[in-house]
T-cell receptor
Framework: QQPVQSPQAVILREGEDAVINCSSSKALYSVHWYRQKHGEAPVFLMI?????EQKGHEKISASFNEKKQQSSLYLTASQLSYSGTYFC?????????????FGKGTKLSVKP | NAGVTQTPKFQVLKTGQSMTLQCAQD?????MSWYRQDPGMGLRLIHYSVGAGITDQGEVPNGYNVSRSTTEDFPLRLLSAAPSQTSVYFCASSSGRGTGINQPQHFGDGTRLSIL
């Protein structure tokens, strides 16, 4: 079952913050976050494996609420290079091993 | 270190033709997957494999076949191409410890396929 991402699109000015949400109808084993620029392959940002765990990558961090079956990606003090489409991918408990399903993506545009 | 290599990068087919998209990885990863990407639909899982000789269906498997005879290679076959299969196809691989994909997925550069 495809996870649901929100918002679908967001426009920011440089230096502003953004939050992208990802929710699943099934219990989650892991949540992955990737960023894709136009015409390129998705690039790995981070994986969250434990409930409530928060991980960081420069000014990008994420949280994982296992009980709520949700994850959020936080982008602080956004830079022009953050523009792209962000995807969450989920692997569900009870599903087949090695089965990573992605949401439809959130398009982020950072303006000068 | 080449990572995940997909060939060809571009292909145009006529309806009804068959072809094989190639994917090879040199990282000794157990997990390999094929995704298709269409505007507004995100990445949809076609087929995946957790090791040589083991494959399973993803979200949108109809019209596609896969096999995994070696750890390195995971080809995707279109049996009888249809215009609805026009898309960008990505192959990905990852390692895993224990259960599940707990390591990053590495994506190939993609194959842009048009079916006329």
């Amino acid at each position: 079952q495809q996870p649901v991402q929100s918002p679908q699109a967001v426009i920011l000015r440089e230096g502003e913050d953004a939050v992208i949400n990802c929710s699943s109808s099934k219990a989650l084993y892991s949540v992955h976050w990737y960023r894709q620029k136009h015409g390129e392959a998705p690039v790995f940002l981070m994986i969250l494996l434990k409930g409530g765990e928060q991980k960081g990558h420069e000014k990008i961090s994420a949280s994982f609420n296992e009980k709520k079956q949700q994850s959020s990606l936080y982008l602080t003090a956004s830079q022009l290079s953050y523009s792209g489409t962000y995807f969450c991918g989920t692997e569900n408990y009870g599903g087949s091993q090695g089965n990573l399903i992605f949401g439809k993506g959130t398009k982020l545009s950072v303006k000068p | 270190n080449a990572g995940v290599t997909q060939t060809p990068k571009f292909q145009v087919l006529k309806t009804g033709q068959s072809m094989t998209l190639q994917c090879a990885q040199d990282m000794n990863h157990e997990y390999m997957s094929w995704y298709r990407q269409d505007p507004g639909m995100g990445l949809r899982l076609i087929h995946y494999s957790v090791g040589a000789g083991i494959t399973d269906q993803g979200e949108v498997p109809n019209g596609y076949n896969v096999s995994r005879s070696t750890t390195e290679d995971f080809p995707l076959r279109l049996l009888s191409a249809a215009p609805s299969q026009t898309s960008v196809y990505f192959c990905a691989s990852s390692s895993g410890r224990g259960t599940g994909i707990n390591q990053p997925q590495h994506f190939g550069d993609g194959t842009r396929l048009s079916i006329l």
